[in-house]
């Protein structure tokens, strides 16, 4: 995952107090490993609490003694999405969603509510410490998909028409390079069950719905079949040999009997 961060000089960091870091999450287990890797940073920065709840986070004593709330878009007691801007703008303090979603409209929802980095918990741990003192600098930490989303909802760059990207192409420039490999084997192996799409990429299913689903959110499509007739309308799939571009018609491929399923 790249990210967009500029590195200070070490000199600044190693003279600057540490950054006081709140950490929510509530699974116990992940919890304890982020403070673990927290502390491991010393004297970069220090845990000043914890907590597992939204009601616990907005009320917790140590908020006036925090610099960077590290934040799970999870917690099971409210909506988390909602504490961000009170965190923000009540608070002052800054956001960073530690999160196993890999829905990027939920990504881009945290961000325009006021969170200024987006960490993924299958990235790197180091990646973690990177983003709280990027955004603790007053930076962002994002991934690059997520930057071509969020540009095009700000206002500036949408006064000249003329010069914007089609909406297909910003769409597909989203699209990670394992990403553009699944739509491929979606349109060689068409109409085929998701365990025999998933061995033939060499993963789990699991981890295929999993892209699928980030797929499906980024192209705005809705299943496999959709999946499989935008790739054929927008060359997503050069090297794969699948039905002839000029059959889009779900119709069409109905007689086919194949297993498109209607998600992954």
């Not at 930490?141 to 089609?166: M, N």
């Not at 491929?184 to 799409?197: D, M, P, T």
Request: with cysteine; proline share 5%.
């Amino acid at each position: 995952m790249n990210s967009i961060a500029h590195h200070a000089p070490q000199t600044a960091l190693s003279s600057a107090p540490p950054i006081r870091v709140l950490l929510a999450d509530d699974h116990p287990v992940t919890l304890w490993g982020v403070r673990q890797l927290v502390e491991s940073a010393f004297p970069r920065m220090i845990v000043s609490g914890t907590a597992a709840t939204c009601c616990e986070l907005l009320g917790h004593r140590a908020l006036g003694q925090t610099d960077v709330v590290l934040l799970d878009l999870a917690l099971h007691d409210g909506k988390t999405l909602d504490c961000v801007p009170r965190l923000v703008g009540e608070r002052g303090l800054k956001v960073v969603v530690l999160t196993g979603d890999l829905n990027p409209s939920h990504h881009q929802a945290a961000v325009m509510h006021g969170a200024r980095g987006v960490v993924l918990k299958s990235q790197p741990a180091e990646d973690v410490l990177h983003a709280i003192e990027r955004v603790h600098a007053g930076e962002v930490w994002l991934d690059g998909s997520l930057v071509s989303l969020l540009l095009g909802t700000l206002p500036g760059l949408t006064a000249a028409p003329a010069a914007r990207k089609d909406e297909h192409v910003c769409r597909i420039d989203t699209l990670t390079a394992k990403e553009r490999q699944v739509i491929e084997a979606v349109v060689e192996y068409r109409g085929a069950k998701s365990l025999v799409l998933a061995d033939a990429l060499g993963m789990s299913e699991h981890t295929l719905r999993n892209h699928l689903t980030v797929i499906y959110s980024k192209l705005a499509v809705h299943g496999k079949l959709d999946l499989y007739a935008y790739s054929l309308e927008h060359g997503l799939a050069p090297h794969a040999h699948g039905l002839h571009a000029s059959a889009k018609s779900p119709s069409q491929w109905g007689a086919l009997s194949l297993d498109w399923g209607s998600a992954a």
